[in-house]
């Protein structure tokens, strides 16, 4: 295991897992090195030894040099074609649920098609632990084509589809085929990146909010102009096209893991820190509140009475989410740190709900497209920083199992939070759901402070770089 900034040699001899917890965050300003230079060992020879020693012994060095070249961008390049199709898709699919509650699901609720959503996003995390096991072992070569493969026939199923229990299997297929491409896409970027590896992985997630642009603007045309079985097929093919380029440009940085009985202490020690746990509630509220944004924005637009344009505040919330994907990761990378940076953003979005969107976004279209760009900003932030903590808690060639993990445990807030949002906005309307969405950013804030408070030794280091 290499040795972080701010690890003594013996902290060194005793870790014997794969992936290191307890040191904390890669990089990070210890408080006992507040003079140190974050993400360098250019002061530490001893350091840099034992970095070449560790990587040495495990076999996991990387192939080439992180950070340098255009190899690294080529692979974010690929990434970014990687989440278009997926999260991109997903992040402006409501689309789907209102096109579906006025022709082909009538007779159901807006809760009960909102379940069709849910599994969707559902599945694609909760089948990110195996995914990233599986790249951490074989790496991308064959995993990465045939989960693409298996995302885009089930598009094509969705097409023949025509009741709810057809629509339900096939989003069901997508969701768990979704997991390979999204997991290897997060996860390859820590092998390529280390200095740079906030923006990097912004630069990835970008797909989300210009996928959501880019489909949201396809999908208008094609539900306007095609029936549902030739607007579906067409979606079917564009997706197939960046899935394919996709997977030619990405490459992993480190050679594949064998499945030894190695990999098993590192999980368990993982699931047993309290670090891991905080870090996981606090993307899991954060990831709550942004499937809440992409599902219920059509709906919350019906309900606040300006139905007719709801199309234009999913674009406005996706622009935002361009400059929440780069401009927070950056001042991550800079100045802040990832902790410190998604502790910035979520006392940023929690102000903007309740300082904005709860007194006028409901009575005011212009307040509410203010409100949707802010939001696409704070949430938006929230995947890319997500990302950056929980890699830094890990070694580069077991990233893949982290997150993972990580996203197996946070699934469980894409499976609730469409369902429980349209539930709560129909029965409390907007506000109810503004209270709800205040109440788990809070509860993530809360879990991120504590996180920070336990990695500076139950102390509140307010300077210091996380």
Not at 395 to 404: F, R
């Amino acid at each position: 295991m290499a040795r972080r900034p701010g690890t003594d040699s013996s902290t060194d001899n005793a870790a014997e897992s794969q992936c290191e917890v307890e040191p904390g965050f890669v990089g990070a300003s210890l408080p006992e090195t507040a003079d140190y230079d974050p993400g360098s060992d250019a002061g530490d020879p001893g350091a840099r030894a034992d970095n070449g020693a560790a990587e040495a012994s495990s076999g996991a060095a990387p192939l080439t040099g992180v950070d340098v070249g255009w190899r690294p961008w080529k692979v974010v390049i690929g990434c970014f074609c990687l989440t278009v199709p997926t999260y991109g898709l997903l992040s402006g699919i409501g689309l789907f649920q209102t096109y579906w509650q006025r022709d082909m699901l009538r007779g159901y609720s807006g809760s009960d098609v909102s379940w069709i959503i849910s599994i969707f996003g559902f599945l694609d995390c909760l089948f990110a632990g195996p995914a990233g096991t599986l790249f951490d072992r074989h790496g991308s070569r064959w995993l990465l084509p045939l989960g693409c493969v298996a995302y885009v026939a089930s598009f094509i199923g969705l097409a023949f589809s025509s009741t709810y229990a057809q629509f339900m299997g096939c989003m069901t297929a997508a969701g768990a085929a979704a997991a390979m491409p999204t997991t290897i896409a997060f996860s390859v970027v820590g092998q390529w990146f280390e200095a740079r590896k906030g923006i990097a992985t912004g630069c990835v997630t970008l797909g989300a909010p210009l996928g959501g642009i880019f489909f949201s603007l396809l999908l208008q045309v094609l539900f306007d102009r095609f029936p549902w079985k030739t607007a579906a097929l067409v979606l079917a093919a564009t997706m197939a096209c960046l899935l394919s380029l996709g997977s030619l440009l990405v490459e992993t940085n480190l050679p594949v893991q064998p499945a030894n009985e190695d990999s098993k202490p590192a999980l368990s020690s993982v699931l047993r820190s309290p670090k891991f746990w905080l870090i996981c509630y606090a993307v899991f509220a954060y990831e709550l509140v942004l499937f809440v944004q992409w599902g219920t924005i059509p709906s919350y637009a019906v309900s606040a009475n300006v139905g007719n344009k709801q199309f234009y505040l999913m674009m406005s919330y996706n622009i935002g989410a361009v400059m929440g994907r780069t401009l927070p990761p950056w001042l991550s990378d800079r100045a802040l740190g990832p902790l410190n940076a998604i502790i910035v953003m979520n006392i940023f979005t929690l102000l903007v709900v309740l300082a904005i969107w709860l007194p006028v976004g409901g009575s005011s279209v212009a307040a509410l497209f203010v409100v949707m760009v802010l939001m696409g900003i704070g949430t938006g932030s929230f995947v890319p920083l997500g990302v950056s903590c929980i890699n830094a808690l890990c070694t580069p060639e077991h990233t893949g199992t982290w997150l993972g993990s990580a996203y197996s445990i946070v699934s469980v807030a894409t499976l609730l939070g469409n369902p429980v949002s349209s539930a709560i906005l129909a029965r409390y309307h907007c506000d109810g759901l503004l209270a709800f969405l205040a109440a788990v950013l809070f509860s993530g804030m809360i879990s991120a402070a504590a996180l920070r408070w336990l990695f500076h030794g139950r102390r509140w280091i307010f300077k210091a770089r996380v």
